[in-house]
């Protein structure tokens, strides 16, 4: 066995067969059978049912990368059955999350006899009550937690309630499941968007989510998606490429724009018209660009403690920013961040967005702070949650004294120790072997220890490492100062294998992320 991949292994906790297992190339054949799953046959002949009738049918979604990718496997499904449905994606701002009693009775005033709720609908018991009085089925296809009591709904597509897996997939994945019991067969570029929600919506890579993001992979590295691609910035596609390109672009609409503007998304993923698809692509980039500009200014002007243990500011953000900020700041600070911001609808309410990692839980500091919650949910790295606005500066003292008793306690993750001639593509391709990485699977980071400084090379006046190792493989660090890294003989880096390409040729980067 080739050293590297020994390394690998080990790092992994892999056996020779886990290996062979993870490696392997999968088929649509490694899918689940649609007809199989739990409520699927109440749902499509409820569908057939509407189609034969000329019934009126929503698709009604989410205005994330998730929700609209779920949307989008429907209408595009639909389209495939020559049946035309309507399609609804919630502003955050006017409407909030998921189905409510106001739209279902508007939904009725349109002649509706059938909506699909898909990345959420699993909470809308009030809702789906409404609509049933009104006369209207609901299907609902969701992934989100399972409450005590189930909505009444004609039929429920999950994770959990269906019977599929006890790994939870992406809402996106359950529209492609009711999509082939629609269908009959799984279609590629539906695959590819249920691969995109799996990642972007941060699902855990095992069973059934690992085999859907391969097939996705593929599939697009295969036909190249138009809307899908004019999102990308780099030409070589792995699961990066829909986490830290695609994603953040789709989910840039619902967080700018306080209109309902963002179910153009479903226009842009659904498409056939090219013009058109490069018309919305020309605007998805110019809302994506207000976004990071918004966010980065915001940061850098917010005025921090950095001696608390954690951090709560009020700002003047919009809701669809917060997050992002919080995150920022807990990149930034290392400690706990909440960013709240005035609700939209009610100024005496603020709305929040927190961040964490491993030693403060999220979901447990809620319970603690319950007293001040009118909602909150979300996991043990990040929430949301809205307060009353006079209540602030107590939830402020009683979080940071949370934060004190509850501090950070990261894991550190051992990096696998190479030598500098392991940076090679052919141990780039066993490390993407094992691919793809993301959460419950994450991408190792390497070390190279006692590297001579002498030859190290530099641009950009000295700002930049930039070191070929060969003619298409270097190390690149990206602000290391020259004249700081020179004062040693030797260093040690840490970093990734990073593939980049330019005119048509491919780099092999060690990209350093930390030195010493």
Do not use: Q
């Not at 990734?496 to 780099?507: A, C, D, H, K, P």
């Amino acid at each position: 066995m080739e050293p590297f991949l020994r390394k690998l292994l080990d790092y992994y906790h892999l056996s020779t067969d886990d290996y062979v297992l993870l490696s392997s190339r999968v088929s649509k054949n490694n899918l689940i059978e649609a007809s199989i799953v739990k409520g699927m046959h109440e749902a499509t002949d409820r569908i057939f049912k509407a189609i034969k009738s000329g019934e009126k049918i929503l698709i009604y979604g989410d205005y994330d990368s998730d929700g609209i990718c779920a949307t989008s496997i429907l209408v595009k499904t639909f389209e495939k059955l020559n049946y035309k449905v309507g399609y609804y994606i919630p502003s955050r701002y006017i409407d909030g999350y998921g189905l409510n009693v106001s739209n279902v009775e508007k939904i009725a005033k349109s002649g509706y006899n059938l909506i699909i709720t898909v990345d959420n609908g699993i909470s809308a018991n009030e809702a789906i009550d409404r609509a049933n009085e009104l006369g209207i089925d609901v299907i609902v296809v969701d992934h989100h937690e399972v409450p005590s009591e189930l909505p009444k709904a004609y039929a429920i597509i999950h994770p959990i309630v269906s019977n599929i897996s006890n790994v939870i997939g992406s809402g996106g994945y359950m529209s492609l499941f009711l999509s082939c019991g629609l269908l009959g067969e799984y279609d590629d570029y539906l695959i590819t968007l249920a691969a995109l929600s799996t990642i972007s919506d941060l699902m855990e890579l095992k069973d059934y989510n690992r085999v859907v993001v391969k097939l996705g992979l593929e599939a697009f590295e295969k036909n190249r998606y138009l809307a899908l691609n004019l999102l990308t910035d780099n030409k070589i596609i792995t699961e990066k490429t829909f986490g830290l390109e695609i994603a953040p672009k789709i989910n840039s609409i619902g967080r700018m724009n306080e209109d309902t503007s963002v179910n153009r998304l479903v226009k842009y993923l659904t498409s056939n018209n090219k013009e058109e698809i490069y018309a919305l692509h020309e605007w998805i980039k110019e809302v994506n660009n207000l976004r990071k500009e918004e966010t980065k200014n915001s940061s850098d002007n917010l005025v921090v403690n950095e001696n608390e243990k954690g951090i709560c500011i009020l700002t003047n953000l919009k809701e669809g920013l917060i997050g992002l900020v919080a995150n920022r700041l807990l990149t930034n600070y290392n400690v706990p961040s909440i960013v709240f911001t005035i609700d939209s609808k009610d100024p005496n309410l603020l709305k929040g967005s927190i961040r964490s990692k491993e030693g403060f839980n999220v979901t447990k500091a809620f319970e603690s702070l319950n007293k001040y919650l009118l909602s909150g949910g979300g996991h043990a790295a990040a929430g949301g949650l809205s307060i009353k606005k006079g209540d602030f500066k107590s939830f402020k003292k009683d979080f940071i004294e949370l934060c004190s008793t509850y501090p950070i306690t990261e894991e550190e993750i051992m990096p696998i120790d190479i030598d500098i001639y392991e940076v090679s593509f052919k141990n780039y391709e066993l490390l993407r072997s094992l691919a793809p990485f993301g959460m419950g699977f994450k991408e190792p980071t390497f070390k190279i220890n006692n590297l001579p400084t002498r030859g190290l090379r530099f641009i950009s006046f000295g700002k930049h490492l930039s070191t070929d190792l060969s003619i298409n493989s270097k190390i690149l660090g990206f602000n290391m100062n020259e004249i700081e890294i020179k004062k040693h003989s030797y260093i040690n880096i840490e970093g990734n294998f990073f593939i980049s390409e330019y005119r048509g040729s491919n780099t092999l980067e060690f990209r350093v992320n930390k030195w010493e």
